[in-house]
């Protein structure tokens, strides 16, 4: 099993031999590549799951800190693994209709993104981490360069590079207990590892490099928002939650920032007019509700890690989702400006309706899945301490109000009026509707899943 783990992370960086391949030929290629490799780690889920869950742990290479490669395959790995690398075969897929040129370059690209981002998210340890988001930084510098944006995307990859440094500071403090099989508790690594993550996932304060990301094309925004380095912050964090059991000497630390960051995000939310930013946005807001979870977790409660990655999971199809329409309404319109978008129903009815229940998701609006994860996040904190027993669900709730809010005004505005209908790409439609139907089942899924996972030891 562990050997179709290793070639489900390692076959997506195979897309870097197509750099210069174009046209059907590139599509084809990547299409089957990406679909290989969600096949094969399909098969050793299947396994995993069928066998009764058990732990794998391989290391491949060591060196005088512990392991710098292994894979660990695990209940947690399984499910992020899974869902990551089936997004980022629905984004290929998408991809055929929406890139027009320099196909094989961003294939490439997204190739080197999906496979660092599995070796990521089954690593044994935190060099292993560094390594994989240092090449994510590398992918996503060219990436949001595809969009013309190079200052934006300098930005991004040294934001990114100061969490890859961070990284190698917790290793350089924990020593051979960077393995997170023998990781224990050692703050300053803690501190060091909180603002790795917040970089990873643009939190406070490093939160505006994310936005600005939005240059590159929609299928890799989609990617790195729903499954890739902006979730896969709070996954690491989670790992390291989860292996450290860390005590709840840095609760406030934790949650205040995330506290302070949806709060902020509240504001930004009806100054945007773009929908790319405004789902940049609730990206940092959503993975906030993540890190608020993790904080309870710093209390004893193992619910904090499950709810988390229950979050993360539910948070990456939904946002896919919305990144897609977004991108169906860019081919329709010529613009992501929501003022200029008029008469959606007629003009592009499947992408308005993916645009209509993404959006109202992200509020956390059934059916899709952020209801659920919103709902057990406000119902566990209300067992946190002191004021955070009120402040943590109020900042989750009155969140997902003035979401609502905002998508409700803008569904007034862009929905209805008149236009003219448009053939939409049926790719891009099978796409969204697929990701429609994972975002309605996965809540029911994934919970029986993630009610599994506890702290290791």
């Known amino acids: ?38 096949f094969l780690n399909g098969v050793a889920a299947y396994e995993f799951f069928s066998e009764g869950e058990r732990f794998y742990h391989t290391t491949y290479a060591t060196s005088k800190i512990g392991e710098v490669f292994g894979i660990n395959a695990d209940t947690a790995s399984i499910l992020m693994g899974t869902v990551s690398v089936a997004i980022a075969f629905l984004m290929i897929i998408y991809a055929i209709s929406y890139i027009d040129s320099g196909k094989g370059k961003f294939y490439s690209l997204m190739g080197l993104l999906t496979g660092a981002s599995m070796l990521f998210i089954y690593s044994t340890n935190l060099v292993q981490f560094a390594l994989s988001l240092e090449l994510m930084a590398i992918a996503m510098l060219y990436l949001v360069e595809l969009g013309g944006a190079k200052t934006d995307a300098l930005k991004a990859f040294l934001v990114l590079n100061v969490g890859v440094l961070l990284i190698l500071g917790a290793v350089a403090v924990l020593g051979n207990g960077q393995v997170l099989g023998e990781m224990t508790y050692n703050g300053t690594a803690f501190v060091l590892l909180i603002f790795a993550a917040f970089m990873m996932s643009s939190q406070l304060p490093f939160y505006s490099w994310l936005p600005d990301s939005t240059a590159s094309p929609i299928p890799a ?63 940092m807001a959503q993975t906030g509700v993540a890190y608020i979870t993790l904080a309870y977790a710093l209390l004893g409660h193992v619910a904090g890690i499950q709810i ?70 406000i119902m566990s904190t209300r067992h946190a301490k002191g004021i955070a027993s ?68």
């Open 1 to 38: 099993m562990i050997e179709l783990i290793l070639a489900s992370a390692l076959l997506p960086f195979a897309l870097l031999l197509i750099w210069r391949l174009e046209g059907v030929k590139a599509d084809i290629i990547a299409g089957m590549t990406m679909g290989a490799s969600l």
């Open 221 to 283: 925004s989609a990617y790195v928002h729903s499954a890739s380095i902006v979730p896969l912050g709070a996954y690491m964090l989670f790992r390291v939650v989860q292996y450290m059991k860390p005590n709840d000497q840095y609760f406030w630390l934790l949650g205040g920032l995330a506290v302070a960051m949806i709060v902020l995000m509240m504001v930004y939310y009806p100054l945007q007019r773009d929908a790319k930013r405004l789902i940049a946005y609730s990206t």
């Open 308 to 377: 988390a990655l229950y979050q993360v999971v539910n948070h990456a199809v939904v946002k896919a989702l919305a990144f897609a329409s977004v991108g169906g309404l860019f081919l329709t319109y010529g613009t992501t400006d929501l003022k200029l978008i008029k008469g959606m129903r007629k003009t592009a009815p499947w992408t308005g309706i993916a645009w209509f229940m993404s959006f109202l998701g992200l509020a956390g609006v059934l059916p899709l899945g952020l209801f659920f994860s919103k709902a057990f996040t």
């Open 390 to 457: 009120w402040l943590f669900p109020a900042v989750v709730l009155i969140d997902a109000a003035i979401f609502l809010i905002v998508v409700l005004l803008w569904f007034k505005e862009s929905f209805f009026g008149e236009g003219e209908p448009k053939k939409e790409p049926r790719v891009m439609v099978a796409a969204m509707v697929l990701l429609i139907i994972i975002g309605i089942v996965m809540p029911w899924v994934s919970l029986d899943v993630v009610m599994k996972i506890g702290f290791a030891g």
